[in-house]
């Protein structure tokens, strides 16, 4: 079964540096996007992603935020400069053509600032 | 406001015991509902949605528009059950996205 796949699973990071976090989406998916929960928190969306820009986003997904496609296969999201408060788990996520059939997350990773 | 609300944050049953998870909603139009299961430390897997009536790994959900509900049910729960739940509605607003619950974790006791 296809995966999304990320890395690191776990990235620990100090507050004020810059963290990018990678996926690799389905390959045939035209869809990607990220999530983010907080420690006992919900799975909140962040942003949305198709045809190299962005087509949603979230009160959350400030200037601080940015996502790219560098290339054909990666999807990555970074935050520039880190608060405490971004520490969370992050999900990517991929579908093939928008809706949400074969919505596939990958398995996160977590991100600790300190 | 669209919203998911799983009243319960940790559900404790004993093995070969019934189990409901459960899962309200808040949405104005026709609600595509999920439910997404996270093993420890891997990642969110889709379980079931509504549309597919499907039953997997013994898991069972209905949703109820009249009660705007949809509780996850197994009659008889297994260890290996044990992780946390969380139930999703999905929306389309320009693309689909998806607003989870808070998760209900279940253990289940030897």
């Known amino acids: 079964e296809p995966e999304v796949t990320q890395t690191p699973s776990h990235q620990v990071t100090q507050m004020g540096q810059e963290v990018i976090l990678r996926c690799v989406p389905i390959?045939?998916?035209?869809?990607f996007y990220w999530y983010r929960q907080i420690l006992g928190q919900k799975v909140e969306f962040l942003v949305s992603?198709?045809?190299?820009?962005?087509?949603?986003k979230s009160e959350i997904f400030d200037d601080q935020f940015s996502v790219e496609r560098p290339d054909g296969s990666n999807f990555t999201l970074k935050i520039r400069s880190t608060k405490l408060e971004d520490s969370a788990m992050y999900f990517c996520?991929?579908?093939?053509?928008?809706?949400?059939?074969?919505?596939?997350f990958g398995s996160g990773t977590r991100l600790t600032v300190v | 406001a669209q919203r998911v609300t799983q009243p319960e944050k940790l559900l404790s049953v004993f093995k070969g015991a019934p189990v409901e998870l459960k899962c309200n909603y808040s949405?104005?139009?026709?609600?595509?509902l999920f439910w997404y299961v996270q093993y420890s430390r891997q990642r969110l897997q889709l379980l079931l949605r509504?549309?597919s009536r499907e039953s997997i790994k013994g898991f069972t959900a209905d949703l109820n528009k009249g009660e705007t509900s949809f509780h996850l049910k197994k009659p008889f729960a297994q260890e290996e059950d044990s992780a946390m739940y969380y139930c999703a509605l999905s929306y389309r607003a320009g693309t689909y996205k998806y607003i989870f619950g808070t998760g209900t974790r279940l253990k289940v006791l030897a």
């Open positions: 996520a991929s579908s093939l053509d928008g809706s949400n059939y074969g919505y596939t």
């Open positions: 509504h549309i």
């Open positions: 390959s045939n998916h035209l869809y």
């Open positions: 992603f198709y045809n190299n820009e962005i087509s949603e």
């Open positions: 949405y104005s139009g026709s609600p595509e």
